[in-house]
């Protein structure tokens, strides 16, 4: 049995912006409904790092699908929905690479879950380079995590990047 710590646990210095819960001072906060965008470029960049190292080309893959259960009841089609999702993916890569695209950078804006269809994918690749958005444990237990059961399931070795 350990003994009981000497006294009350000092609060961690809180960050700036963000409260401090009274009743536990010694949790750290912890931001909430925020996205971290940034995987998604340092999958790129990683993943044209490695084409590169392994003189391969390389191809950008985006999934999407309509996040409607039923299309009827949307105010946006499908169509305007891939629209979206076509200009998104334009940006990025041109915010990644600009003018310096990779030789061999074929970009393909594909339908259907993440999951299914990049395990689909690895089948024919070398290698699968995916990023880790975070979306935390509630929403990664939902719908669970693209990352995981691309290693545990892909046709070819995955290196999932960190953002």
Do not use: N
């Not at 003189?55 to 039923?70: E, K, R």
């Amino acid at each position: 049995m350990r003994p009981a710590p000497p006294g009350p646990r000092p609060a961690a210095p809180a960050s700036p912006g963000r409260r401090r819960d009274e009743r536990h001072p010694h949790r750290r906060p912890r931001g909430r409904g925020r996205r971290r965008l940034g995987g998604v470029r340092g999958g790129l960049r990683e993943g044209a790092r490695w084409a590169q190292v392994l003189d391969a080309p390389l191809d950008a893959v985006m999934c999407w699908d309509s996040p409607y259960l039923d299309e009827s009841y949307s105010d946006i089609t499908p169509e305007e929905f891939r629209a979206e999702h076509e200009q998104r993916f334009a940006s990025t890569l041109s915010e990644v690479f600009g003018d310096d695209r990779p030789e061999r950078l074929t970009a393909r804006l594909v339908r259907g879950r993440a999951t299914d269809r990049l395990l689909e994918e690895s089948e024919d690749a070398r290698m699968l380079v995916v990023d880790r958005r975070g979306t935390g444990r509630v929403l990664r237990t939902v719908l669970g995590s693209v990352s995981s059961a691309l290693v545990s399931h892909a046709r070819c070795p995955v290196l999932v990047v960190h953002a």
